[in-house]
């Protein structure tokens, strides 16, 4: 008979297991509801977890259950979400998902090969190096690119599965250079939004004749959603124009710098390309005022017809040629040495060349996509230096002085206050535009150049000091001398652009204080310059020649009075911006490891190199 004490035990622990069981098929049901939020994947491992639950309660292990949370549930589908944003897709798989799956496998077969089938030691030492340094340097690079991203994106990759157009657009894979319209239309909103910049009020008035085909394109907000966008087209119109605008330039004198409109009227014949900057701006063409929204768009467009776009593909020659490198060095040793009988036992084990070519092909895609990172921030930082000589070539009224290539950006009015302040827009915008890339970009620059430094530091104390008492294989010396020259190349071209941002932004206050004294002169001759009938016929300078046929029309409409006070009105914007500008170089220049670049320190960096090449090579013959 069974006791009452243990009765009533076994009614309570009945009740706690009616109790659990209860709970358990409200977390089952909690799931089932939220089931129609998640992706298919999700739903199956939801569906999965709920038949384990009942499952093990089924088989009594209640107690192990109630170790199982809720919490743990949602990290594996976070972990799941998180595989399918690298790759791994619900329906079939993608191309990065058998890169990877490839490069882990001939990782795994080359490691196997080097721990259980080295008895003779024939396998590459050097070839594992790059590996191992390569895998550091991809950890960092993947490391930084998730760092750098938005929370709000990274909440969202939590919560539902991108689809590939938004994965271009979040990551821009061609790098920051190639995005597209559409895409730039919402990064130009958000920039505009972060710094401050009205839409009313970003206009710009132009002291160039437009023609039809740039006209529909800045005046037409919906001309990308109209038409579609074709790179390559842009690229040879852009092309034409520049050599046609060029070629109009050479039959000009500097006297009549601006001929009749029936001598200055050229089309390219094989693009239909009307070159208006030659002809003379008419009243309407002086006073439309072009959004400087969609004048930003379509310059920021035209940087990749300047800009080359770096392709994955074409760092796959120097990764090959940097890869085998170790391999033609140690067989050249090899056969050096003239011992046939190891030659033969090295070069026909099927584990030999099983491990070389696995790590090579490894080493191949990991440096060539390393290269590929560093090579887009060297062409972030060029972008950036081509926005600032556009913006350079907005204040020259001279354009014999500008460079061919930068011709079609044209001259801004800068006697109209608001323009100018636009131009100051413009300018800001040019440099905070892709801001996260930017940081990405001198964040991989930053890590490379403290790691690369090290190495380099290591192998010149080897070089002058250690060789004698440390001996090192020629493959792995040459190697890594190769590596790091590679690496510090495309570091120079970052930092070399980078300095002429800087130096750049002083040649921006130098033209503003040329167009202040001008402005100044102008409105000391300003009334022989209105009442003069021939005084358009003597002057030289296109400074003076826009100043007076926009004025001229001024008056008519609104009086003298009303001319002078713009000009009044634009010296003081000028100096507002001059101001703006000191500031921002004295406090926001590019800098690396906090120091400022400049072209004196690219000089400096120049000749250390080629001091460093002449000490090396003295140190071994003598000569000095």
């Known amino acids: 008979m069974i006791e009452p004490t243990s009765m009533e035990n076994f009614d309570s622990t009945r009740t706690k297991r009616h109790d659990l069981k209860d709970s358990i098929d409200d977390i089952i049901n909690l799931y089932e509801k939220s089931q129609d939020q998640i992706s298919n994947r999700s739903e199956a491992l939801v569906q999965s977890f709920g038949r384990t639950v009942r499952y093990t309660y089924s088989q009594g292990k209640t107690n192990q259950m109630t170790n199982w949370s809720l919490d743990e549930a949602i990290i594996g589908l976070d972990v799941l979400r998180s595989f399918q944003q690298r790759g791994f897709k619900d329906k ?171 001598q200055t009227t050229q089309k390219d014949n094989a693009m239909n390309i009307h070159v208006s900057y030659l002809e003379t701006p008419s009243k309407d063409d002086l006073f439309t005022y072009f959004p400087g929204r969609q004048v930003l768009r379509e310059q920021f467009l035209a940087f990749r017809n300047i800009v080359p776009t770096y ?64 090579a887009l921030g060297s062409q972030d930082m060029k972008r950036r230096m081509v926005a600032m000589r556009s913006c350079e070539s907005h204040l020259e009224p001279n354009r014999f002085k500008i460079k061919d290539i930068y011709k079609a950006f044209p001259l801004i009015n800068f006697f109209d206050p608001k323009t100018l302040l636009s131009w100051m827009d413009l300018r800001i915008m040019y440099l905070d535009m892709g801001r996260r890339f930017f940081y990405r970009f001198k964040t991989y620059a930053t890590v490379y150049l403290i790691f690369y430094s090290f190495a380099g530091t290591i192998f010149l104390a080897w070089y002058f000091v250690l060789y004698q008492e440390y001996t090192a294989d020629l493959s792995m010396i040459v190697t890594i001398v190769s590596e790091i020259l590679i690496t510090f190349l495309f570091l120079y071209k970052t930092f070399y652009y980078g300095a002429q941002v800087n130096e750049i932004s002083n040649s921006h206050l130098l033209r503003l204080s040329e167009i202040k004294s001008i402005m100044q002169r102008f409105l000391q001759e300003w009334e022989e310059c209105i009442s003069s009938k021939k005084i358009n016929d003597v002057l030289l300078n ?76 003295n140190f071994k013959i003598k000569v000095f």
């Not at 124009?241 to 029936?262: M, N």
Request: with cysteine.
């Open 92 to 262: 079939g798989y993608s191309i990065s998902y058998w890169l990877q799956i490839s490069q882990w496998l001939a990782l795994m077969i080359s490691l196997t090969l080097l721990i259980f089938s080295n008895e003779n030691e024939v396998l590459s030492k050097t070839v594992l190096m790059i590996t191992i340094i390569q895998i550091l340097m991809r950890c960092m690079i993947i490391s930084v690119r998730y760092a750098t991203t938005n929370d709000s994106s990274l909440q969202s990759q939590k919560q539902r599965i991108f689809s590939q157009e938004e994965m271009l657009n979040e990551w821009v894979n061609d790098g920051w250079i190639s995005i597209k319209p559409k895409q730039l239309d919402a990064e130009i909103k958000n920039c505009m939004i972060r710094n401050e910049v009205e839409n009313v009020f970003f206009k710009f008035k132009f002291f160039l004749k437009m023609n039809e085909y740039y006209k529909d394109r800045l005046l037409n907000f919906n001309y990308v959603n109209e038409n579609p966008y074709d790179p390559k087209m842009d690229a040879k119109i852009y092309k034409n124009f520049v050599a046609s605008y060029s070629k109009g330039q050479e039959q000009q004198t500097l006297k009549r710098s601006q001929i009749s409109d029936d």
């Open 311 to 374: 392709k994955f593909f074409k760092f796959f020659p120097l990764a090959i040629s940097h890869c085998i490198l170790p391999l033609i060095i140690e067989f050249y040793q090899d056969c050096m040495l003239g011992e046939e009988d190891y030659y033969r036992e090295k070069y026909r084990t099927g584990q030999f060349w099983t491990f070389n070519i696995l790590l090579l092909y490894f080493n191949i895609m990991t440096l060539g996509t390393n290269l590929y990172f560093i």
């Open 542 to 617: 296109n400074t003076y020649k826009n100043a007076f046929l926009y004025f001229k029309y001024k008056t008519q409409d609104v009086g003298p009075k009303c001319g002078k006070m713009d000009i009044k009105r634009s010296l003081e914007v000028l100096e507002a911006i001059q101001e703006r500008l000191e500031k921002e170089i004295q406090f926001n220049p590019i800098t690396i490891l906090n120091i400022p670049l400049n072209m004196t320190i690219i000089n400096a960096i120049r000749t250390s190199f080629f001091s460093l090449i002449i000490a090396m090579i």
